[in-house]
């Protein structure tokens, strides 16, 4: 089965959480707080597996987790970060953001890797919120939550030549007479259900791959048929081969043929279809004469090359292959995207925050003083003080006293509720 669609989820993992310790050791008096900072989670790596040719494996496992880091704990001990998690993917994956539809990376390169979400980071432990007047700090800073993302890959063939045509042209039966490939053949339409590739070698040793791409019809771009399915693999290509019946045994008119399958390219991609192509006319040795006429015709009207062929008797394959051969050494390989714009997905601090009034309950939402307040312990003074410092450098304190909040009054953050006092 070929997979070149599909969507999966992936997260980096959580922090781990500072610890609250002290110092209680023998001989040793007033030793001080000694809590640990949580370890780092993991984070979300995809990288080109050259062993991988389809994403089959992503129809069935739908979820992917790297692991989050170890709490801390006393004596200073940082607990351990989480594993990194990496992803294998065929060379040629895109992957993109579900959300906003952006393209995050494009791997098309071999040994690419390339990091995507990173992992929370771990929480302090209490050893680094002691100072002068607050010598025995009873909290510490929890770790941050990792990131989850829905994303989609989607896999393009590299191929340095696509083959082109209506279903039955003799696109298959070229392929496999040029390369060791062994695509179905068979007298009847759309027997190539999914791309085919094949590595041609040519006589003086160069080598190339076709991309057999399955029969494109009229609607293609707009999804008819095999449609956009197919269609996003002729991208890759820098040289595409336009097979044409020219036996008349299908009762097709090559003209129409032509315009119709270009017609859906510019559809489709208007920098596809200024894409370099050869024509190539197809079961020469049952040609109707009229019919390859009419196709020479408009070959020299679009100032394009024609190539007669007959794939069962060899007539006019070499002489194309060497064509191809000599036109790949010009053509330069072009990147589909821009990877400058490759994106990282990271928790940011935002001073950012909301505050919300129904009756005599404030509710204040925003990252910042969200994590803030994971960091409080509620049953210790100087905690709490901690806190409403850090509130009033945050501006919340300000912008609360400005909505009018009074004594009594109840602020709620995340699940907790304080009430106010002056």
Known sequence: MFTDYTKIIIKSGDGG??????????????????????????????????????????????????????????????????????????????????????????????????????????????????????????????????????????????????????????????????????????????????????????????????????????????????????????????????????SGIEGRNPTEDFNTINEELKNYSEKLSKRKQIIVATKADVQNEELYGELEKLAKEKNMEIFKISSVTGEGVDALLDRVSELLKTLPKEELYDTDEKMVYTLEDEDEFTITKEKNVFTVTGKKVERLMRRINIDDNESLYYLHKGLANLGIEAELKKQGIKEGDIVKILDYELEWYE
Do not use: M, W
Not at 28 to 34: F, H, K, L, T
Not at 78 to 89: A, F
Not at 210 to 217: E, V
């Open 17 to 246: 959480n500072g610890a609250i310790s002290f110092r209680r050791e023998k001989y040793v008096a007033a030793g001080g707080p000694d809590g640990g900072d949580g370890g780092k989670g993991g984070d979300v790596y995809f990288k080109v597996d050259k062993d991988k040719n389809t994403l089959i494996d992503f129809r069935y496992n739908k979820k992917y987790k790297a692991t989050n880091g170890e709490n801390g704990s006393g004596a200073k001990c940082s607990g351990k970060s989480g594993n990194d998690l990496y992803i294998g993917v065929p060379k040629g994956t895109i992957i993109k953001d579900v959300e906003t539809g952006k393209i995050i990376v494009d791997l098309s390169k071999d040994g690419q890797e390339e990091l995507i979400l990173k992992g929370g980071r771990g929480g302090r432990g209490n050893q680094h919120f002691a100072t002068s007047t607050r010598q025995v700090p009873r909290f510490a800073e929890d770790g941050e939550p990792g990131i989850e993302k829905e994303i989609i890959l989607e896999l393009k063939l590299l191929a340095d030549v696509g083959l082109l045509g209506f279903p039955n042209v003799g696109k298959s039966t070229f392929l496999s007479r040029v390369t060791d490939a062994k695509p179905k053949i068979a007298n009847y339409q759309f027997t190539t259900l999914e791309p085919n590739l094949g590595v041609v070698k040519s006589k003086n040793g160069d080598s190339f791959v076709i991309a057999d791409i399955p029969g494109i019809i009229e609607g293609a771009s707009q999804g008819v048929g095999l449609g956009l399915q197919f269609l996003r693999h002729v991208e890759r290509t820098r040289l595409l081969l336009h097979l044409i019946d020219v």
